[in-house]
């Protein structure tokens, strides 16, 4: 039954979902029933039912482990419920992920939790992959330890298998299929007015994004920061940008300079007016604003960490950067090519560089595919005009294709005028089409004929339109495997590939570690508080013997998660997470400005990369019974990457 909370006059057609859902933090008391498309097939209606209604449970008066039911897939024990009503003040919570749905679960200081899939565990996700008890969560001083209980499918934490580690406030570890992040929350109001705690901000995104996929809706989120300054706290200066605003808009704050807005059905055109009004309305008293806006992009942890990412870009002189049409060189800086595998990668992209032919960029998640890419824009005689991206695997196909193609005034509802696509803004440019590998099939025939005719039609329109565009392309998949399964067009790799560019994983380029922590420290330190900070060498040390699975990216990740929770201008390994230290092993590498003998460092270094990647696969190929693909997916390595170093450290030897 439709009830008065739900009549707010925010309902997107055909879908009965309110868009103002409770929140996560929400007492029980105060959870409702959510209504459910009522043009909705039964089995889709009971679908949605189980995902989002919530209910309580008398549990049999046998059951010594009292629990509530929170929805039909999670269930809380009755003492972590009472102590979450009791808690007051800020608190830490556990937000878990479970398809769909996001549940916010406070645990106190000194608490802790047990999440699995049955009881006796506190947090009952009724998932098969999470074992009965699969990690206990206690609350620690330093942040969230979690620690995996023999689980079967383990606890993972940045793709890499832990038992114990600690979580710093916004990080995350997967259980199975589900994933549980650490986050302070406040079980009060908000600091400042206007504003909603992370866990309700993260379910409206979520809401957000089932709309955006079922209906082809677009959405955009804005990170804002704070340059420094006396008045960089929140409080003055999120009151005013919260009244610039839609009711149906949402915002959170991000530690005390920063905040994170929603904006729902919004395309790129007034996502770029909502975020310059958002920098550019100062008062007098207020720091200097500037913001990244993220389009819809996937995951919800992907879309935050893009819109951070583009806020990192902004300047004074240049205050909003938006997805798409950042110019080359500012996500990162100029590439650093201290390596030898970099330098001669620097030598290829000088000579294509100079062409106009297209090239598809080969790397593994996180290795710097698109600073790739912007070095070869920005080496290009279009250099000079535009360079927008887009990833390819982030929105559905009605979504991709305006984005791409540009859609014509009433092509659709919310389509109130007309909005030129990528291609025809990045006209006399470069397109760079990010992760094109997991294009569906239709969007590939859409793409392919772009790419063939140098035309485009928009979305609800029929003249074509005539562009001059240069596209780079990126994935991390085996595109040749994948044409061999009938999963992506051979027509259209012969026409990405003219040229293939590989960025080697940064564990096979340690010479770049030094240069690229130096950059990071230096560019965190100052979006912190502008103190120089350093590592000392045992901090050094752990990142040099870390096989960085997740690449650069990771490494970013490490050196502000240090920024933030260091203590002084000297960051230990206190600072650094606890999967570093879990693999540490072998004799210390050497700190920076200490002067070793290049030959014997580097050997050394790589010697101990190559015992760990050796474990690594044989980990990975015994747990598969020797299946390489799977061997492989488990490691998330290409399949190609594996077999040579297979074949390379004579690996295969040792395990037939």
Same mark, same amino acid.
């Given at each position: ?123 009952? &996700? ?107 706290? &929140? ?15 949402? &915002? ?78 500012s996500v990162t800086g100029a590439p650093v090519w201290a390596s030898p595998k970099m330098h001669a990668l620097h030598a290829l992209i000088e000579r294509v560089a100079a062409s106009q032919i297209p090239v598809l960029i080969q790397g593994e998640t996180g290795s710097g595919k698109e600073v790739v890419a912007r070095a070869i824009h920005g080496s290009s005689p279009r250099a000079k005009g535009p360079l927008r991206s887009v990833n390819c695997g982030a929105m559905p196909l009605t979504l991709l294709q305006a984005t791409l193609f540009g859609h014509e005034k009433g092509a659709f509802t919310g389509a109130d005028r007309a909005v030129p696509g990528l291609f025809e803004q990045a006209s006399g440019g470069t397109l760079f089409l990010d992760e094109v590998g997991e294009l569906g099939a239709p969007a590939q025939a859409a793409l392919l004929r772009a790419l063939e005719t140098q035309r485009v039609v928009r979305v609800g329109g029929t003249e074509e339109i005539v562009v001059d565009v240069r596209i780079l392309a990126a994935t991390h998949r085996d595109l040749e495997q994948m044409v061999r399964e009938g999963a992506f067009r051979q027509d259209l790799l012969f026409r990405l590939e003219t040229m293939r560019l590989s960025v080697p994983p940064l564990r096979e380029r340690p010479e ?145």
């Amino acid at each position: 039954m439709v009830g008065p909370e739900h009549l707010e006059g925010d309902l997107v057609p055909h879908h009965r979902v309110p868009r103002a859902v409770y929140g996560a933090e929400a007492s029980l008391s105060e959870l409702r029933d959510h209504v459910v498309p009522i043009d909705a097939r039964s089995d889709e209606v009971e679908h949605r039912r189980r995902s989002w209604h919530a209910l309580t449970r008398t549990p049999s008066p046998d059951q010594d482990h009292r629990l509530t039911r929170e929805d039909d897939n999670t269930t809380l024990s009755q003492d972590t419920v009472e102590r979450a009503r009791q808690a007051t003040g800020p608190r830490a919570a556990l937000v878990v992920h479970h398809g769909e749905a996001v549940k916010s679960v406070p645990i106190a200081d000194g608490g802790s939790l047990v999440v699995g899939r049955a009881a006796p565990a506190d947090v009952v &996700v009724e998932d098969p992959s999470l074992s009965r008890r699969h990690a206990r969560f206690t609350r620690i001083p330093a942040g969230l330890k979690v620690e995996d209980l023999g689980s079967t499918n383990g606890t993972h934490l940045g793709g890499a298998r832990i038992d114990v580690a600690t979580l710093a406030p916004g990080e995350a570890v997967s259980l199975g299929s589900v994933t549980v992040s650490f986050s302070l929350a406040s079980a009060s109001a908000p600091l400042v007015s206007g504003t909603e705690s992370y866990e309700r901000f993260v379910h409206h995104v979520e809401d957000e994004r089932v709309r955006a996929r079922t209906f082809g809706r677009s959405l955009a989120l804005v990170f804002v920061r704070a340059l420094g300054g006396e008045h960089a706290h &929140v409080s003055h200066w999120v009151p005013r940008c919260r009244g610039t605003l839609r009711p149906v808009d949402r &915002v959170t704050l991000w530690g005390e300079t920063a905040a994170l807005v929603l904006l729902p059905e919004t395309d790129v055109s007034r996502a770029r007016t909502v975020a310059s009004a958002l920098v550019e309305g100062r008062r007098l008293g207020e720091p200097t604003l500037v913001a990244g806006v993220a389009l819809h992009a996937g995951a919800t942890e992907t879309l935050i960490d893009r819109a951070r990412g583009l806020a990192r870009q902004a300047r004074v002189e240049r205050r909003v950067v938006i997805d798409g049409d950042a110019e080359a060189g500012s996500v990162t800086g100029a590439p650093v090519w201290a390596s030898p595998k970099m330098h001669a990668l620097h030598a290829l992209i000088e000579r294509v560089a100079a062409s106009q032919i297209p090239v598809l960029i080969q790397g593994e998640t996180g290795s710097g595919k698109e600073v790739v890419a912007r070095a070869i824009h920005g080496s290009s005689p279009r250099a000079k005009g535009p360079l927008r991206s887009v990833n390819c695997g982030a929105m559905p196909l009605t979504l991709l294709q305006a984005t791409l193609f540009g859609h014509e005034k009433g092509a659709f509802t919310g389509a109130d005028r007309a909005v030129p696509g990528l291609f025809e803004q990045a006209s006399g440019g470069t397109l760079f089409l990010d992760e094109v590998g997991e294009l569906g099939a239709p969007a590939q025939a859409a793409l392919l004929r772009a790419l063939e005719t140098q035309r485009v039609v928009r979305v609800g329109g029929t003249e074509e339109i005539v562009v001059d565009v240069r596209i780079l392309a990126a994935t991390h998949r085996d595109l040749e495997q994948m044409v061999r399964e009938g999963a992506f067009r051979q027509d259209l790799l012969f026409r990405l590939e003219t040229m293939r560019l590989s960025v080697p994983p940064l564990r096979e380029r340690p010479e770049d570690l030094q240069a690229l922590t130096t950059r990071f420290l230096e560019e965190a330190s100052r979006a912190a508080d502008g103190r120089a900070r350093r590592l000392d060498p045992a901090a050094w040390s752990l990142l040099t013997t870390h096989s960085w699975p997740g690449n650069v990216r990771e490494l970013r990740n490490v050196i502000e998660r240090a920024v933030v929770v260091s203590q002084g201008d000297v960051i230990t390994p206190d600072d650094l997470p606890e999967r570093l230290t879990a693999i540490r092993s072998g004799p210390s590498a050497i700190a920076p400005g200490a002067h070793p003998t290049p030959g014997e460092s580097d050997a050394d270094f790589k010697e101990r990369v190559r015992a760990y990647e050796t474990k690594l696969i044989l980990d990975a190929l015994a747990r598969t019974g020797g299946n390489q693909t799977q061997a492989a997916k488990l490691l998330r390595m290409p399949l190609r990457t594996m077999v040579h170093k297979i074949k390379s450290y004579g690996i295969k030897k040792s395990y037939e």
